[in-house]
């Protein structure tokens, strides 16, 4: 019997994010939803969100806030 193949995505460490899922990060973080929620709904690790959050933090202007 063949066994059923099912579509993973591919998980490679120290690959940068794509713009648009980092442009989803840095909106739902703005709007003051939390990281664990972000990660979540981005389907990114909660550490990657946040070394994310952290470099808008540090390159912004005006931090939005701190954690």
Not at 41 to 49: D, E, I, Q
């Given at each position: ?5 099912t ?6 460490p ?12 840095i ?11 972000i ?29």
């Amino acid at each position: 019997m063949k066994q059923k193949q099912t579509k993973t995505r591919e998980i490679i460490p120290g690959r940068p994010l794509k713009m648009n899922k980092l442009r989803a990060i840095i909106r739902l973080y703005t709007k003051r939803v939390g990281l664990r929620a972000i990660a979540e709904m981005s389907r990114t690790s909660r550490n990657t969100v946040k070394k994310y959050v952290n470099k808008w933090n540090t390159l912004s202007p005006y931090p939005t806030r701190s954690f």
